[in-house]
């Protein structure tokens, strides 16, 4: 007889470690990518992209590519709709191709459509364009001077964000403060380098566009794609197959849609789009460059009175996701310590660079770098424990930030003081070695957007459920997206739970906008909260027409009923049951298919004034992260020995893939921290758009990492879950800055912290200690 948990003791199926839904497909290589796909007749389309930073274009010939024998069809802006687009209304400011100027290495200039590989790229050498180079911008820092050359005509002196938020009265604060510290932070550009390179797939059968993609949004997808060339949303279908990483890069449509779109209705074949590994880095939509001034007061104990963050960013050439990258980097500042006092300064400027976007924690990791580190330095002057200090201004749960974000569940506390326990942090900061320092960093992250990109009025998730017939089976429909990171076993988990079924009996059709309900997709930490809350509730739609059903078999009231592990049952005598199949059955035949349907819309969130919406959130999670190092102090070289990280992340629906989101987290946080930057010659070219000259880490970096919870339940979500995903990565490169800092004495205040810079610092700190004693 299966056992019935007693009620509100434990879940039957969320909080466990079951296997990935889709772990067999990919460890048997049976998964198949965009790339893999293969349809008959399909064509290849590639783009061809400029060699300028900034360049007039004069005159494009297409001629002797046409004539190639195995092309199909060229095309240039002329062949396209010529309305720009973009992923953020605000700023729709790109076009399927360049029509008048190029304005960064890599920007689309043309496309062919050709019977194979060889052939595409002999075509591509064949098209002849005429340009005027024009003066280039590739320093955000000289974009806004009176001289420097307009990228964009619609944005006056190259702006293409600004943001002046003031609450409370910051230089009242400053003038109470008894210490006032302003330091200055750069984060570089950096990459998301997922393994899987874009693709896209487009066929045509008559008005209808079908297009496979490696998205993390179809939604968004279909409906800029319907958009650009005038088509219904339902002429559109958007289908993602298995995706190799996201991480941000993956969330907005590229090139590769709209010309293999484009290309697909000229030719009246299937053709497969696709970036190699130095177009991914041109395409871009990575990491911004920022340039962050933090300035803060505190009283003797070291509690912040205000806080005034001071930001530039370099934006590339297009806007990208980076509205909203530049509004988080500063309103999230406020999330994790409570202080009354407030002001946001931002510049988000265009260069003539790849354009920037929503990198994983889109737009906050390096800010919070910056104010961890500048926290740190406020710690040391006053004489305090880096500890003493956080605990002194942790946020607490229920209460509000000076922004207006309401901030619910918060066991932020408990985070810190559990990290300094299992990392010995008493000890270690009085004991280790010269060489050997130990830094703290905290994070937190939104559970999903409060507002989407567009269309307000648009639930933000919807799934169904159907039952088979005979109870033997049951499949969820979500528009959400498993990019990696496992929301198709997660939500299958959730909808099990809710329904008192079986986990190993779920089947999942996910990310196909004909297919599946609306949902916006895998960003800003969405989809266990908001995509979950939809499943939670057609789960529940299911289990409360069994029970209506089963309750007259019972001859109690279906309140007297519930369902777990495929059993209905009388909960004062448990004994009383039925299968789930067996009124699964019963309900087919007396009534039809048996369906269950939920959505989700966040409650009113936010304020008023400008830009609110961005940072909104149901939720918030929290982290407290402590990192040791080792640094030779002869070469520079940070050796990253042993990480703890605390998370408050809510209800876990499956604990070992949050552990694994953790240690994907960390490890992408060290990556930036010590190694990743995309550099550029003097004339926009990318210097390392390869996996061998952008060093990202391997498994032989990865230091001994512990990843440890904290109680935490939000009121807010289904079953009090919170994100886990980007939130992670948020406390990484200030806990390794500050570690750094501990053991060497040095202050490296831009990233990537690597070698040479620390090797240089030290050497500036020998000197200056030499000097000092003559």
Same mark, same amino acid.
């Given at each position: 007889m299966t056992e019935i948990q007693s009620p509100g003791d434990t879940y039957s199926v969320i909080g466990k470690s079951v296997k990935r839904i889709d772990?067999?497909?990919?460890?048997?290589?049976?998964?198949?990518?965009?790339?893999?796909?293969?349809?008959?007749?399909?064509?290849?389309?590639?783009?061809?992209?400029?060699?300028?930073?900034?360049?007039?274009?004069?005159?494009?010939?297409?001629?002797?590519?046409?004539?190639?024998?195995?092309?199909?069809?060229?095309?240039?802006?002329?062949?396209?709709?010529?309305?720009?687009?973009?992923?953020?209304?605000?700023?729709?400011?790109?076009?399927?191709?360049?029509?008048?100027?190029?304005?960064?290495?890599?920007?689309?200039?043309?496309?062919?459509? %050709?019977?194979?590989?060889?052939?595409?790229? $002999?075509?591509? =050498? +064949?098209?002849?364009?005429?340009? &005027?180079?024009?003066?280039a911008i590739l320093d955000p820092l000289k974009a806004m001077d009176e001289d420097a050359p307009l990228i964009q005509a619609d944005y006056p002196h190259n702006i293409n964000t600004e943001i002046h938020q003031n609450f409370g009265d910051v230089e009242k604060a400053f003038a109470e403060s008894f210490y006032v510290?302003?330091?200055?932070?750069?984060?570089?550009?950096?990459?998301?380098?997922?393994?899987?390179?874009?693709?896209?797939?487009?066929?045509?059968?008559?008005?209808?566009?079908?297009?496979?993609?490696?998205?993390?949004?179809?939604?968004?997808?279909?409906?800029?794609i319907a958009r650009q060339f005038g088509l219904p949303l339902g002429n559109v279908r958007v289908l993602k197959t298995y995706i190799g990483g996201g991480f941000g890069g993956k969330l907005e449509?590229?090139?590769?849609?709209?010309?293999? %779109?484009?290309?697909?209705?000229?030719?009246? $074949?299937?053709? =497969? +789009?696709?970036?190699?590994?130095? &177009?991914?880095?041109?395409?871009?939509?990575?990491?911004?460059?920022?340039?962050?001034?933090?300035?803060?007061?505190?009283?003797?104990?070291?509690?912040?009175?205000?806080?005034?963050?001071d930001f530039l960013m370099d934006g590339g050439a297009y806007t990208s996701l980076g509205v909203a990258s530049a509004y988080y980097a500063g309103a999230l500042l406020t999330i994790l310590y409570d202080f009354p006092?407030?002001?946001?300064?931002?510049?988000?400027?265009?260069?003539?660079?790849?354009?920037?976007?929503?990198?994983?924690?889109?737009?906050?990791?390096?800010?919070?770098?910056?104010?961890?580190?500048?926290?740190?330095?406020?710690?040391?002057?006053?004489?305090?424990?880096?500890?003493?200090?956080?605990?002194?201004?942790?946020?607490?749960?229920?209460?509000?930030?000076?922004?207006?974000?309401?901030?619910?569940?918060c066991a932020l506390q408990a985070a810190i003081e559990k990290a300094r326990d299992i990392s010995h942090w008493d000890e270690k900061r009085k004991t280790l070695s010269q060489g050997r320092g130990i830094g703290i960093g905290l994070g937190a992250f939104v559970s999903g957007a409060g507002y989407?990109?567009?269309?307000?009025?648009?639930?933000?998730?919807?799934?169904?459920?159907?039952?088979?017939?005979?109870?033997?089976?049951?499949?969820?429909?979500?528009?959400?997206?498993?990019?990696?990171?496992?929301?198709?076993?997660?939500?299958?988990?959730?909808?099990?739970?809710?329904?008192?079924?079986?986990?190993?009996?779920?089947?999942?059709?996910?990310?196909?906008?004909?297919?599946?309900?609306?949902?916006?997709?895998?960003?800003?930490?969405?989809?266990?909260?908001m995509s979950g809350a939809a499943v939670k509730q057609a789960g529940e739609e299911v289990k409360n027409q069994l029970l209506e059903l089963a309750a007259s078999s019972f001859g109690v009231p279906a309140a007297e009923l519930d369902a777990q592990a495929e059993i209905i049952y009388v909960k004062e005598k448990p004994e009383?049951?039925?299968?789930?199949?067996?009124?699964?059955?019963?309900?087919?035949?007396?009534?039809?298919?048996?369906?269950?349907?939920?959505?989700?819309?966040?409650?009113?969130?936010?304020?008023?004034?400008?830009?609110?919406?961005?940072?909104?959130s149901p939720a918030y999670s929290f982290a407290a992260q402590v990192t040791e190092v080792e640094v030779d102090e002869e070469t520079g070289e940070v050796n990253l020995v042993e990480a703890w990280d605390v998370h408050d992340c809510g209800q876990v629906i499956n604990p070992a893939l949050l552990h694994a989101q953790v240690h994907g987290a960390f490890f992408m946080g060290m990556g930036e921290s010590v190694w990743e930057e995309v550099l550029f010659d003097k004339k926009g070219k990318i210097l390392n758009a390869n996996l061998a000259d952008y060093r990202i880490p391997t498994a032989l970096d990865m230091p001994q990492f512990h990843s440890e919870l904290v109680d935490s339940y939000e009121p807010n979500a289904p079953w009090g879950v919170k994100e886990v995903g980007e939130g992670a990565t948020t406390p990484t490169m200030g806990s390794i800055a500050n570690a750094i800092y501990h053991a060497t004495g040095v202050r490296i205040n831009s990233l990537p912290m690597s070698y040479e810079k620390v090797w240089r610092a030290l050497k500036e700190k020998r000197e200056r200690d030499s000097r000092a004693n003559v």
């Open positions: 772990g067999k497909a990919k460890v048997t290589g049976q998964a198949k990518y965009t790339g893999d796909l293969k349809f008959p007749g399909m064509l290849v389309g590639k783009i061809l992209t400029s060699p300028y930073a900034h360049a007039r274009i004069v005159h494009i010939d297409t001629s002797a590519a046409e004539k190639l024998p195995g092309v199909k069809a060229v095309i240039t802006h002329k062949d396209v709709p010529s309305q720009k687009y973009g992923i953020s209304p605000a700023r729709w400011d790109e076009n399927i191709f360049c029509i008048d100027k190029a304005l960064f290495v890599g920007d689309k200039i043309a496309a062919v459509a %050709a019977v194979d590989e060889e052939t595409v790229y $002999k075509a591509l =050498k +064949m098209i002849r364009v005429e340009y &005027e180079v024009l003066p510290r302003t330091d200055r932070f750069v984060g570089q550009r950096a990459y998301q380098t997922p393994i899987e390179p874009h693709s896209a797939i487009s066929l045509w059968d008559g008005d209808k566009l079908t297009v496979y993609s490696s998205t993390q949004s179809p939604h968004y997808f279909q409906y800029y449509p590229t090139g590769l849609e709209f010309a293999g %779109a484009a290309l697909a209705k000229i030719t009246g $074949k299937p053709v =497969k +789009m696709f970036y190699d590994r130095h &177009e991914m880095f041109a395409h871009n939509r990575g990491r911004h460059r920022q340039y962050m001034n933090l300035t803060t007061g505190v009283d003797k104990e070291g509690k912040i009175l205000g806080v005034h963050a006092n407030y002001r946001f300064d931002m510049y988000r400027v265009y260069t003539n660079l790849p354009a920037c976007g929503a990198q994983r924690g889109h737009g906050h990791p390096q800010p919070r770098f910056a104010f961890e580190s500048h926290l740190d330095n406020i710690a040391h002057h006053l004489g305090l424990d880096p500890i003493d200090l956080r605990l002194r201004n942790a946020r607490k749960p229920g209460t509000i930030t000076p922004n207006e974000f309401k901030v619910g569940s989407p990109i567009y269309r307000t009025d648009l639930p933000h998730a919807a799934a169904v459920i159907k039952v088979n017939e005979d109870g033997s089976s049951a499949t969820l429909y979500t528009g959400a997206v498993d990019i990696g990171q496992g929301s198709d076993t997660i939500l299958c988990q959730m909808a099990a739970e809710a329904m008192g079924y079986s986990f190993e009996k779920m089947n999942i059709i996910s990310a196909d906008t004909e297919a599946a309900p609306h949902d916006f997709g895998a960003y800003a930490s969405r989809q266990t909260l009383r049951r039925r299968t789930f199949a067996d009124v699964a059955r019963e309900f087919f035949v007396k009534k039809g298919p048996l369906v269950g349907k939920g959505s989700y819309i966040p409650p009113k969130l936010g304020g008023k004034f400008k830009g609110a919406a961005v940072g909104t």
